[in-house]
């Protein structure tokens, strides 16, 4: 029995290793991807307005989680959904998108705190 309780504590140490191991990519692939995302939203770039709406309703989802919304803030997301918000060329659909993730952040009190003071940065 002592030996079998060995090869589960060592199985258990390897296991919470491996956990770490794939969390750490988890938030490398994350941050890469949101970052990417916001690019594809931001409107200096050649991105048609479909390619923005899938970004913002992909942005939306992540922001729905905690530490989704922590990468989003990261990469000064508030800033490129709000973009969206202000200008009145653009789409609808993108607008509703943007709103929706920033809604979602607002969800978090990092996110709340970030666009409190986001607004009275541009007020």
């Known amino acids: 029995i002592a030996e079998h309780k060995q090869i589960i504590n ?15 990519a988890t938030s490398v692939l994350e941050r890469t991807g949101v970052d990417t995302l916001l690019r594809l939203l931001r409107k200096d770039g050649n991105e048609d307005n ?14 729905a989680r905690a530490a989704g919304a922590r990468e989003v ?16 060329s653009t789409d609808e659909a993108l607008r509703r998108l943007a709103a929706g993730a920033l809604a979602n952040l607002a969800m978090f009190p990092e996110g709340r705190s970030e666009m409190l003071g986001f607004s009275a940065r541009v007020a």
């Open 50 to 63: 479909a390619t923005r709406r899938a970004a913002a309703k992909a942005l939306a989802n992540i922001c």
């Open 10 to 24: 060592m199985l258990v140490e390897e296991g919470e290793g491996l956990k770490a191991q794939l969390s750490q």
């Open 73 to 88: 803030l990261a990469a000064q997301g508030v800033a490129a959904l709000s973009a969206h918000l202000a200008d009145d």
